[in-house]
């Protein structure tokens, strides 16, 4: 069993979506899958949880591959609000759901190994060569930051991909000490930085498993639609994710995730289509 963690509010429904499609289209292993969510409307309209009518849907689609797999919501609105409710990275360069990661530790529901994904992400092979990777001795397992580890440090890791042995990082404290940083620090990359400044004993992999460069690359296990710092023709930025299928197919010339995204339109139709059909009974 492969164990996944995601999380988001109601909005990151096509990421969820489009990304767990492409997993159990290429993984043969059951998936077992947490997404974390809550509800911080005190701080924006559309902070708010994902539905259990998303999650019911979600779980339709991972059944329709294997009956074992599940998509299981944890609401830690209450946790959240305990641990960095009003804090100094409450309105950072993310929203407040890349800060749920850090309460991993605290949710007793979370298995022992889990691999976390950020919702703008889409799996090109099957994930067990990335999940059955031996971490018995690190507190985790993650990829270099393409900018970061050429500005801020060599093993700068981006935290899109976090491959978690929850065990070792409740004996070494990482999201504890992560969780106290963040409640200390104004940081620039809030739970990234956390984690990274907070890390004991990592291990480093190959960018195939979480590349945020190249779209069609025939060795990428993770591919990652993060923003990318472009110079051409000025210096600007482009972030986009994979549900935007028109524009990762005209701007990054990416066509590795047909299949996946031609499945995830038809399937994001049925579900609009049974929102519709409830609201008219």
Not at 30 to 36: E, G, V
Not at 242 to 250: G, K, S
Not at 262 to 281: F, P, Q
Request: neutral net charge; contains cysteine.
């Amino acid at each position: 069993m492969i164990n996944l963690l995601l999380s988001g509010n109601y909005k990151v429904f096509d990421g969820a979506l489009s990304e767990l499609i492409s997993i159990i289209n290429k993984t043969k292993e059951t998936i077992n899958c947490y997404i974390l969510t809550m509800d911080v409307s005190r701080i924006k309209s559309d902070y708010i949880s994902m539905s259990d009518e998303q999650i019911k849907f979600l779980n339709k689609v991972v059944k329709s591959k294997n009956l074992d797999n599940k998509v299981t919501k944890i609401d830690v609105t209450d946790l959240y609000e305990k641990e960095f409710g009003h804090g100094k990275n409450e309105n950072a360069y993310c929203t407040p759901y890349t800060l749920l990661r850090l309460m991993a530790d605290l949710i007793p529901e979370i298995p022992d190994k889990i691999l976390y994904l950020d919702i703008d992400m889409m799996a090109a092979k099957d994930i067990s060569e990335l999940y059955n990777i031996d971490i018995s001795e690190y507190e985790y397992a993650a990829v270099r930051e393409k900018y970061g580890s050429k500005i801020i440090r060599p093993d700068y890791i981006n935290a899109g991909m976090l491959l978690l042995n929850m065990n070792k990082i409740k004996e070494t404290g990482l999201l504890k000490k992560a969780r106290e940083l963040i409640k200390k620090r104004k940081l620039l990359f809030a739970d990234q930085d956390a984690i990274f400044w907070s890390t004991s004993k990592k291990l480093l992999l190959p960018r195939k498993y979480n590349e945020q460069s190249k779209f069609n690359r025939k060795d990428t296990v993770i591919c990652h639609f993060c923003k990318r710092l472009m110079l051409l023709p000025y210096p600007h930025t482009e972030n986009f994710k994979q549900w935007q299928v028109d524009d990762i197919h005209r701007e990054l010339k990416c066509y590795a995730f047909d299949e996946d995204l031609t499945e995830y339109i038809k399937l994001k139709e049925e579900y609009e289509m049974t929102k519709g059909d409830k609201i008219n009974e």
